[in-house]
């Protein structure tokens, strides 16, 4: 039987996961906390929606360095963690607070081969958008989330020398005892703990996953090889879910039931 082998919250867009026991998912899809803060580019407005694309702030798309960033999110005291090099910033998230935070990620990414992607026109100075509970910065106007099988990365992870593991892909929810790629060949529903979803489509991936998440080194072609490697038509890992029935919280450890 399929279950829940890892689950992930990202608070901040474009950085560093979280490690979660349990996730909750909203009845709008969105997991709560997930992109509830994002650092945008100084021409990006505060959007409308719940939407916010990666061309707008920083993101491993365009900034890989970023990975080396370990951060962590307080929920009950608001206040956000920054930690790299010599770096280490904690700060709430009132205007000077959000200030330091920003200065202290411009000043860490001028350290790095991403420092020339600063010049450019309507990049800084950087702001940091959200209030820190609200699931508003993700992609795609509907909020999905994410999945893929351990398998599926396990199976890339053997075409190339470099490592590969599930940070890369930056789902929200891995399973394990599947066979490789499974997921994609999943329709309909899949009930997951006390959850039920449908599935809405595979997940088309982007140069973020060839950011190694403790380099912030491009150092494997991976959109490369799942095409050529495994014959797919656009580079894909993992599938997108919508909840079915409302909302729920998912566990590491749940079952992961797929409609036949």
Not at 38 to 48: K, Y
Not at 122 to 151: C, E, K, M, N, W
Not at 187 to 194: L, P, S, T
């Amino acid at each position: 039987m399929p279950t829940v082998s890892a689950l992930y919250r990202y608070p901040v867009k474009g950085f560093t996961p979280e490690r979660r026991d349990r996730l909750v998912i909203q009845d709008d899809g969105r997991v709560q906390g997930d992109r509830a803060l994002v650092f945008r580019f100084a021409d990006a407005l505060e959007p409308e929606d719940a939407t916010f694309p990666k061309s707008r702030g920083l993101a491993l798309m365009t900034f890989p360095t970023l990975a080396r960033v370990d951060l962590a999110y307080d929920d009950e005291r608001q206040t956000l963690r920054l930690q790299v090099d010599d770096i280490d910033v904690e700060a709430d998230l009132s205007p000077a607070g959000r200030a330091r935070l920003a200065d202290a990620v411009t000043a860490y990414l001028r350290t790095t081969s991403d420092a020339k992607l600063l010049d450019a026109d309507g990049i800084l100075p950087l702001g940091l958008l959200g209030d820190g509970r609200t699931a508003r910065f993700q992609d795609r106007p509907r909020g999905y989330v994410s999945l893929h099988g351990a398998a599926s990365v396990d199976a890339l992870d053997a075409r190339v020398p470099a490592p590969v593991d599930d940070r890369r892909f930056r789902s929200n929810i891995v399973v394990g005892d599947t066979a490789a790629w499974a997921e994609l060949d999943w329709r309909g529903r899949v009930r997951i703990g006390e959850v039920e979803f449908e599935v809405q489509k595979p997940i088309e991936r982007c140069a973020a996953i060839t950011a190694n998440p403790d380099t912030g080194v491009r150092d494997a072609r991976l959109l490369r090889v799942l095409t050529t490697e495994f014959g797919q038509d656009e580079p894909t890992l993992g599938i997108l879910l919508l909840p079915a029935d409302g909302g729920g919280t998912v566990r590491e450890g749940d079952e992961v039931v797929v409609d036949a």
